[in-house]
């Protein structure tokens, strides 16, 4: 995925209220940005750092930037949790995701399962269908391992009790962490933070739901997922 028109550089004067940014460019310049995420943020919001956003010339918007990647520990990190689907499903088209690219079909958003939730993307040939979560991954421990989730979620445990249901009628399943920064090795649940959530991934995988992990390249001209990560799911 790439960015056009090119990103504009500034630095961080604070996020708040979940959804908004103030920041700086260099020649002096301040305004509001678009946050798009609902996330902590760990380690990826501190202020004064860099940050880039994209510039859109609809006037029906109230905040015409929006934050896409920060540097954070040294390396750019994409912070825009709405490209994470995008990211997998070019990764899919593309065979990067090789675990997942014998499907011919894909769709978006469907609804599914007992509480009619979306998935984010359902794969599909013939009568077989594979129900794909994905989840956009920032923080990073010492050691280049990233982490999931930075904050608690109960959405993120609602969703893997999904897939799992899925597994149960049959079908496959499979979880992938879209991990928006190059500098780590590896992927493990984040039990210091949700404790909930890596005990029901480690229940989900071995009630067979796939877990795939895939290292972005980020910079200010694009993202794109190229390079599959270990996924650590030892206690």
Not at 26 to 46: E, K, Q
């Given at each position: 995925?790439?960015f056009?028109?090119?990103?504009?550089?500034?630095?961080?004067?604070?996020r708040?209220?979940?959804?908004?940014?103030?920041v700086?460019?260099?020649?002096?310049?301040?305004?509001?940005?678009?946050?798009?995420?609902?996330?902590?943020?760990?380690?990826?919001?501190?202020?004064?750092?860099?940050?880039?956003?994209?510039?859109?010339?609809?006037?029906?918007?109230?905040?015409?930037?929006?934050?896409?990647?920060v540097?954070?520990d040294?390396?750019?990190?994409?912070?825009?949790?709405g490209?994470?689907?995008?990211?997998?499903?070019?990764?899919?088209?593309?065979?990067?995701?090789s675990?997942?690219?014998?499907?011919?079909?894909?769709?978006?958003?469907?609804?599914?399962?007992?509480?009619?939730?979306?998935?984010?993307l359902?794969?599909e040939?013939?009568?077989?269908?594979?129900?794909?979560?994905?989840?956009?991954?920032?923080?990073?421990?010492?050691?280049?391992?990233?982490?999931?989730?930075?904050?608690?979620?109960a959405?993120?445990?609602?969703?893997?009790?999904?897939?799992?249901?899925?597994?149960r009628?049959?079908?496959?399943?499979?979880?992938?962490?879209?991990?928006?920064?190059?500098?780590?090795?590896?992927?493990?649940?984040?039990?210091?933070?949700?404790?909930?959530?890596?005990?029901?991934?480690?229940?989900?995988?071995?009630?067979?739901?796939?877990?795939?992990?895939?290292?972005?390249d980020?910079?200010?001209?694009?993202?794109?997922l190229?390079?599959?990560?270990?996924?650590?799911?030892?206690?």
């Open positions: 995925m790439h056009d028109p090119a990103l504009t550089e500034a630095r961080l004067v604070r708040y209220k979940r959804f908004l940014a103030d700086r460019t260099d020649d002096g310049r301040a305004f509001t940005a678009h946050c798009p995420n609902t996330g902590s943020m760990l380690g990826c919001m501190t202020p004064g750092t860099r940050v880039w956003l994209s510039h859109s010339s609809n006037p029906k918007r109230k905040y015409a930037y929006t934050w896409q990647l540097e954070a040294g390396t750019m990190v994409g912070i825009n949790t490209l994470a689907n995008r990211l997998v499903e070019e990764a899919i088209a593309s065979g990067v995701i675990e997942l690219s014998r499907w011919p079909s894909l769709r978006r958003e469907v609804r599914y399962g007992a509480r009619r939730s979306r998935i984010d359902l794969l040939a013939g009568d077989r269908r594979c129900y794909v979560e994905v989840k956009n991954v920032t923080a990073a421990v010492d050691g280049g391992v990233a982490i999931f989730p930075d904050a608690v979620s959405r993120g445990t609602r969703h893997l009790e999904e897939l799992m249901a899925m597994r009628e049959g079908h496959e399943a499979a979880l992938v962490f879209c991990v928006q920064r190059g500098d780590v090795r590896r992927v493990r649940p984040a039990d210091h933070i949700d404790p909930a959530y890596g005990e029901r991934l480690r229940e989900a995988a071995d009630a067979g739901v796939r877990v795939l992990a895939y290292r972005a980020v910079d200010s001209a694009g993202v794109r190229a390079k599959p990560l270990n996924v650590d799911l030892s206690p």
